[in-house]
């Protein structure tokens, strides 16, 4: 049981926009900025969003990030069929003194 | 750009310590924190614990099993976890700084006798 909360799934088809949940709480995503992560199969996932909605180089700006309370969300616009993967919200958690993610969302580009 | 790279054994058996080493490719050891983090088959990620500047700190459900150590002069980080069973089946991995902005390649462990 993950202590961050995703939807096991999503989809979307081409050139559509997606959003994928993450839910928290008062001593993580209440307090602390939000992480998410790629992870195509069978590879280490991948720095996709940190600080809630900034983006790394090289990252498209069809990838956002927002963060609301206890709750975040990644956003993507124009979807692709290569934006197929899974996507993970981690975030630093001050009880725990580490770090908590979600289970992971796959999203599928019908 | 840095590249971070887990070696060790595949297998490990039942009631055995499994040992991990993380090599990371340029000198920033000293500068960035380092934390091992899991996946178990068909399942989300899992923080094991962390490094920075000679304190540790571990997952409260693993902690009694734990030890991350550091050797700055080989560019390398360990993890240690003993008294294996079959739920530690699973990818480990190593990831650099605050914001886990650089992983390793990720190297599966099979717990099995």
């Known amino acids: 049981q993950s202590v961050l909360t995703q939807p096991p799934s999503a989809s979307g088809t081409p050139g559509q926009s997606v959003t994928i949940s993450c839910s928290g709480g008062a001593s993580n995503i209440g307090s602390r900025t939000v992480n998410w992560y790629q992870q195509f199969p069978g590879t280490a996932p991948k720095l996709l969003i940190y600080?809630?909605?900034q983006r790394p180089s090289g990252v498209p700006d069809r990838f956002s990030g927002s963060k609301s309370g206890s709750s975040a969300s990644l956003a993507i616009s124009g979807l692709q069929s290569e934006d197929e993967a899974d996507y993970h919200c981690a975030a630093w958690d001050d009880s725990l003194n580490g770090w908590v993610f979600g289970g992971g969302t796959r999203l599928t580009v019908l | 750009q840095v590249q971070l790279q887990e070696s060790g054994p595949g297998r490990v058996k039942p009631s055995e310590t499994l040992s991990l080493t993380c090599t990371v490719s340029?000198?920033?050891?000293?500068?960035?924190?380092w934390s091992w983090i899991r996946q178990s088959p068909g399942k989300g990620l899992e923080w094991i614990g962390i490094y920075y500047k000679e304190s540790t700190n571990y997952n409260p459900s693993l902690r009694s099993r734990v030890t991350i150590s550091v050797e700055t002069s080989r560019n390398q980080f360990s993890l240690r976890l003993s008294s294996v069973t079959a739920a530690d089946t699973a990818v480990y991995y190593c990831?650099?700084?605050?914001?886990?902005?650089?992983w390793g390649q990720g190297t599966p462990v099979t717990v099995t006798a």
């Open positions: 600080g809630n909605n």
């Open positions: 340029d000198g920033s050891m000293s500068f960035y924190y």
């Open positions: 990831a650099r700084g605050g914001n886990l902005d650089r």
